[in-house]
């Protein structure tokens, strides 16, 4: 698990290097034609082969530049694992399928933890090394859920 952080950040970066060289090349060279415009760039995003740019800001939604689905729930059950998360004596773990409808039912992370204790898991909040006993007001949830997101 543990390496797959520095191989995301690799192709992350990678991607991010071929979105930056092919966003920022020089212009082709205008086709001659006989329309009267025919050295207009044939794109409004074309810019001079002379800007020069040091930095780029590449905006990206999870699974556009790369898929990060599988990624993020290993991370959330990292960040169980390490907190020691249980609920009814059982380690807390999102499998697959499980994190597929998540993603596809409810946005963010702090609201798939809090539907994921409140939905499926009836109310029930788990027991972590730092909380024995599961939360069991609000604030006491939205701390624990906040500590997890923060890990």
């Given amino acids: 698990r543990h ?14 290097a071929a979105a930056t060289a092919h966003a920022f090349a020089p212009p082709r060279p205008p086709v001659a034609s006989s329309h009267r415009h025919s050295l207009a760039p044939t794109s409004p995003l074309q810019m001079s082969s002379n800007t020069q ?6 905006f990206d939604c999870d699974g556009v530049l790369i898929l ?5 729930r290993l991370a959330y059950n ?4 390490a907190a020691c998360l249980e609920v009814d004596g059982k380690p807390v773990e999102w499998t ?17 933890m809090h539907f994921h204790f409140r939905e499926t898991m009836g109310g029930k ?17 939205t701390a624990l859920v ?3 997101q923060a890990h």
Avoid: C, R, W
Wanted: aromatic content about 8%; cysteine-free; hydrophobic content about 40%.
């Fill in 96 to 112: 697959v399928e499980y994190y597929d409808m998540l993603q596809n039912t409810v946005g963010g992370g702090k609201p798939k």
């Fill in 68 to 72: 990060t689905e599988e990624l993020h």
């Fill in 53 to 58: 740019f040091e930095n780029a800001l590449i």
């Fill in 78 to 81: 990292a960040a169980f694992e």
């Fill in 125 to 141: 909040y788990p027991s972590s090394k730092d909380m024995p006993s599961p939360p069991q007001t609000e604030e006491e949830q």
């Fill in 3 to 16: 390496q797959i952080v520095p191989l995301m950040k690799a192709a992350i970066l990678l991607i991010a």
């Fill in 146 to 148: 906040d500590a997890l």
